[in-house]
């Protein structure tokens, strides 16, 4: 048995003082409180005052101009800044079925019939969100887990678990993990066809878009970088660890980059980094066709860092070591 004993020993002088202002220091370096919310519409985490993103649940109305088969649910915007800046797009003018954080498969079959669940005009299949199945509250982070169909006609193809936890950080930036599983919700399987996109996206600014004639190299400053040092041109179709994104919203600088978690299917991914629109996608089939199937889920994770600031190469870098090296340690 540890037996403990006190003493009539005096701290010295400022102690107190000292460590309840370490303490604080400590607290302000780590981060304020996470909370996280939910409505009927939406899933809220904020940091602090700050918010940092929000999923949706129900099908958002779709703004003026755009044909009602872009509405969807189960995707995740506003991605913020630390900064307050909204960093993702939703419904843009060029590509209304760009739905900020989505995931997507493009080219595939199931039950004999071709199916896209990307290209919403097309109406060859839907995504939308079920339920939501659970709600985590801790003091360095805090997730939420729901339930997405994939559904062509009435019929359920896949069923999908998204996982995403948001960490405490401090105030300079956002850190966040989605861990996706895809299952097949009947006993056929899910073919994926060879193709150049589809599959975990983001979708930034409409600010950050190249339009058509535009003279400038980069809108808003705006810029791809992969883990590799290579741009939005020559970085397509690679298989980097991370792909960074960001320019300038409103006079400042955002950023933010994803990371492919090692173990996912066909590591590191194959990217889709687009010549002109401010998206890209983590795309598997650009290798080749694969199958999900029945009993078999298809499990993959990202991490999502998003800065106040320039993209910053050596500081994402870092990010990765640490995210990499957590992956080996946790097998």
Not at 37 to 47: M, P
Not at 223 to 251: A, Q
């Amino acid at each position: 048995m540890i037996k403990h004993t006190t003493t009539n020993r005096r701290w010295p002088r400022g102690t107190f003082y000292s460590f309840a202002l370490l303490c604080l220091i400590a607290k302000s370096a780590l981060g304020a409180d996470l909370k996280l919310e939910q409505t009927k519409d939406i899933i809220r985490v904020t940091l602090g005052n700050k918010p940092v993103l929000e999923y949706v649940k129900t099908e958002k109305p779709v703004p003026e101009g755009v044909a009602p088969v872009y509405r969807r649910s189960g995707y995740i915007h506003p991605v913020f800044s630390p900064s307050g800046q909204e960093v993702t797009g939703d419904f843009p003018a060029d590509h209304a079925h760009q739905h900020a954080l989505f995931f997507a498969w493009t080219k595939s079959r199931f039950d004999g019939k071709k199916t896209d669940f990307w290209n919403q005009a097309k109406q060859m299949g839907t995504i939308e969100h079920r339920k939501v199945l659970g709600m985590k509250r801790g003091t360095d982070r805090v997730s939420f887990s729901v339930e997405h169909a994939f559904v062509v006609g009435r019929t359920d193809a896949l069923h999908e678990t998204w996982t995403v936890t948001v960490h405490r950080t401090p105030e300079d930036h956002f850190l966040f993990d989605l861990k996706s599983a895809q299952q097949c919700a009947t006993d056929k399987q899910f073919v994926l066809e060879k193709f150049h996109y589809g599959g975990m996206a983001f979708r930034g600014r409409a600010e950050w878009l190249k339009e058509k004639g535009d003279p400038s190299a980069a809108p808003a400053d705006f810029r791809f970088l992969t883990s590799e040092g290579k741009d939005r041109l020559e970085g397509n179709h690679t298989r980097p660890n991370w792909v960074s994104l960001g320019g300038k919203l409103d006079d400042q600088h955002a950023s933010v980059a994803i990371f492919g978690h090692p173990g996912n299917f066909r590591s590191p991914q194959p990217v889709r980094l687009h010549p002109a629109k401010p998206y890209f996608c983590f795309t598997p089939a650009a290798i080749d066709r694969f199958t999900i199937k029945p009993g078999a889920p298809y499990v993959s994770q990202y991490r999502f860092l998003v800065k106040a600031g320039a993209i910053d190469a050596e500081e994402i870098n870092a990010h990765w070591l640490r995210y990499a090296g957590g992956a080996k340690n946790a097998k």
